[in-house]
């Protein structure tokens, strides 16, 4: 998923063994955004939901962006994504990306076919045929979901691990980071958190990281492990998308006795909870 102002525009061969999904269906999170002098520049809200269209059990995760506030009047802009996951293998079989930036839309489709290590790219409308793209090792995913997906790592400072991410249509092999550990405050709460870091070791840098660009997640170090904040970094400024609400799988809202849609303190810091 590309984020915008500038964090807006931020959204192959199977691994050994099966991928263990990060995300459950009936999670959302919110996060809003800022940069530069905007601080309220847009909002990002995930959600995933069981999804029932497929003959085996999926996972629709949907990813809608928007600018707000004065960032919208400069530039109005509003994106979605969704990406179909097969909930055996964690898989993702098809990943659709839409966005309007003015009175501009652009919407294109991808599906994945690992027998053949073929994704196969469309327009949706075009008169031409896909295109196939060869895909690299790895389990691809758009770039949001490979940042809330090492929730499910337990990297600690210093190690690393590697993703496959799919910027509309080309594949970036990047290299994921632990880089530290410290202290977030969010409206949620106080988190500690682990500071991850993507980075293009493999092949030569491309895209927002030939730019000089730097992105990063924070992961809350709770039993929850919540991605409490994201981060890019460009020569006009930095992005920032700061987790302001988190609602738990209804499994885990019925564990500990949650409302459905509630904003959930960090357990080692409720008294600094701010609404």
Same mark, same amino acid.
């Given at each position: 998923?590309?984020?915008?102002?500038?964090?807006?525009?931020?959204?192959?061969?199977?691994?050994?063994?099966?991928?263990?999904?990060?995300?459950?269906?009936?999670?959302?999170?919110?996060?809003?955004?800022?940069?530069?002098?905007?601080?309220?520049?847009?909002?990002?809200?995930?959600?995933?939901?069981?999804?029932?269209?497929?003959?085996?059990?999926?996972?629709?995760?949907?990813?809608?962006?928007?600018?707000?506030?004065?960032?919208?009047?400069?530039?109005?802009?509003?994106?979605?994504?969704?990406?179909?996951?097969?909930?055996?293998?964690?898989?993702?079989?098809?990943?659709?990306?839409?966005?309007?930036?003015?009175?501009?839309?652009?919407?294109?489709?991808?599906?994945?076919?690992?027998?053949?290590?073929?994704?196969?790219?469309?327009?949706?409308?075009?008169?031409?045929?896909?295109?196939?793209?060869?895909?690299?090792?790895?389990?691809?995913?758009?770039?949001?979901?490979?940042?809330?997906?090492?929730?499910?790592?337990?990297?600690?400072?210093?190690?690393?691990?590697?993703?496959?991410?799919?910027?509309?249509?080309?594949?970036?092999?990047?290299?994921?980071?632990?880089?530290?550990?410290? #202290? *977030?405050?969010?409206? /949620? %709460? $106080?988190?500690? =958190?682990?500071?991850?870091?993507?980075?293009?070791?493999?092949? @030569?840098?491309?895209?927002?990281?030939?730019?000089?660009?730097?992105?990063?997640?924070?992961?809350?170090?709770?039993?929850?492990?919540?991605?409490?904040?994201? #981060? *890019?970094?460009?020569? /006009? %400024? $930095?992005?920032? =998308?700061?987790?302001?609400?988190?609602?738990?799988?209804?499994? @885990?809202?019925?564990?500990?006795?949650?409302?459905?849609?509630?904003?959930?303190?960090?357990?080692?810091?409720?008294?600094?909870?701010?609404?």
């Amino acid at each position: 998923m590309r984020l915008i102002l500038p964090l807006l525009l931020f959204a192959a061969h199977p691994l050994a063994g099966e991928t263990k999904l990060a995300v459950r269906a009936g999670e959302t999170f919110t996060y809003k955004v800022s940069w530069a002098v905007l601080p309220g520049a847009g909002e990002i809200k995930f959600t995933a939901a069981d999804d029932t269209t497929g003959i085996t059990p999926q996972l629709r995760v949907t990813t809608t962006t928007q600018t707000r506030g004065l960032a919208r009047m400069l530039l109005p802009f509003d994106a979605k994504a969704e990406s179909i996951f097969d909930l055996a293998s964690g898989h993702l079989l098809a990943l659709r990306e839409s966005n309007t930036q003015r009175s501009k839309k652009s919407e294109h489709a991808v599906t994945f076919d690992y027998a053949t290590a073929k994704a196969h790219y469309s327009v949706p409308g075009s008169i031409d045929p896909p295109r196939a793209l060869t895909m690299p090792a790895g389990d691809p995913m758009d770039l949001i979901m490979s940042l809330v997906q090492t929730r499910s790592w337990d990297l600690k400072p210093g190690e690393k691990r590697d993703a496959l991410v799919l910027f509309d249509d080309d594949f970036y092999e990047l290299t994921i980071h632990a880089v530290r550990t410290e #202290e *977030v405050r969010t409206s /949620l %709460g $106080t988190f500690q =958190a682990l500071v991850l870091e993507p980075r293009m070791d493999k092949t @030569a840098p491309k895209g927002m990281f030939k730019r000089g660009s730097t992105a990063r997640v924070w992961i809350s170090q709770d039993e929850r492990r919540l991605p409490v904040k994201f #981060e *890019v970094e460009f020569k /006009l %400024g $930095t992005g920032v =998308a700061t987790l302001t609400r988190y609602d738990a799988p209804p499994s @885990a809202r019925a564990t500990e006795g949650k409302p459905a849609a509630a904003k959930i303190p960090a357990p080692s810091d409720a008294k600094n909870s701010r609404p």
